[in-house]
């Protein structure tokens, strides 16, 4: 195990849920009130006795840029076409951001972008970056990105020192978030993104120009939990598993009280897809160089609304079956880590070190460093951790077949 120092439990700062009731679900339990919904235009009668707020956060301006591209930053991005306009229209913006992950971005990688509709009928967004011409790839790098995040703006970056270092680097997005259908922001059932990685990268891994090469998967945050439920459907399908900060277990400390999961799971059968769960500033909390913090906001097509019923139930749901399955974990396995994330606990991630049943596994803490230790931190410890990922790639693959 590779440690950077030693760790005190520490309950993170961000939970799903209020551990006291309050507005835009004020109170569950107290008023007595019948309430009817709508779904599809058909009524729907709850026995649920309950008085509800439901408010809209308005978007504030992005600072620096013009009423026009703020005009457009401001539409209501719950459907993909919207969502598409918007990334076209700041995608020049983006790359010119004084940021090391675009200032530094090595030339000559060859990038795709396509559409492709999956099995379930979403049509997804996906993309490529391979190193550039007559550069041997070592090997692939499949992507699953977080939960406010997309495979677009930062990760671009991400995946270009990838590529000039040997690797090809496929990515999409899941569906309801980013460039894909769905309603944004929404996870009916998690294990259905995990069947869409696995039937994605399934098709990417036949690819000519792969064959033979050792395959990676790249979880980050959420990413994370969706890479482990696709590793316990097919458990020998990777050559190594890199997990950057990972949701793969909620503290208990962050657990609702029972009598607000209980009417939450009851309004997420009702109302699953409602906006009505608080979420703190992501940005503030996953990015250290407050610089870089200011940046967070050019990602447009992220999701940062309140957090859908559904969706929260799910993730519990998710989290709470991997915390019971992180021995089957035995591929090769990195994991890297804030030691002061405030949004995922990095003793979970020490958790999932010391459970899994790998016998090639690494555990990284960077002291100091926050959620994204790969967007949000001092340049230097971003190359660093870049540099990390990479040099346990590629011993893995100079490893004997």
Known sequence: MELSLTLRFRSPEVSLFPRTPYSPIENPLKHQRSITYRTKGKPIHSSLKTHMIVRARKKSPIEGISDELNAIACQNLD??????????????????LDHCLFKMAPPGIRTE?????NSRGFVLFCK????????????????????GDTCTFFFEGI?????????????FDYPGFGLSEGLHGYIPNFDDIADDVIEHYTKIKGRPELRGLPKFILGQSMGGAVTLKALFKEPHEWDGV???????????????PEAVLKVSNILSKV????????????AELAFRDPRKRKMAVYNVICYNGRVRLKTAMELLRATADIELQVEKVSSPLLILHGAADRV???????????KASSKDKSLKLYEGGYHSILEGEPDDIIFTVLDDIISWLDSRCSLPN
Do not use: N
């Open 242 to 256: 890199v997990l950057i900060a990972p949701m793969c277990k909620i503290s208990e400390e962050v657990i609702p």
């Open 271 to 282: 109302i699953p897809e409602a906006k009505l769960l608080p979420q703190k500033d992501l």
């Open 344 to 354: 995922t606990d990095p003793m979970v991630s020490q958790f999932l070190y010391d």
């Open 128 to 147: 490529s970056w391979l190193p550039k011409p007559r550069v041997p790839i070592k090997g692939a790098i499949c992507f699953c990105h977080g939960y």
């Open 113 to 117: 972008e396509w559409y492709e509709r």
């Open 159 to 171: 995946a270009k020192q990838f590529a000039a270092s040997g690797y090809a680097v496929y990515a």
């Open 79 to 96: 459907h993909a076409p919207a969502r598409r306009r918007v990334r076209d229209a700041f995608t020049e913006l983006q790359q010119q």
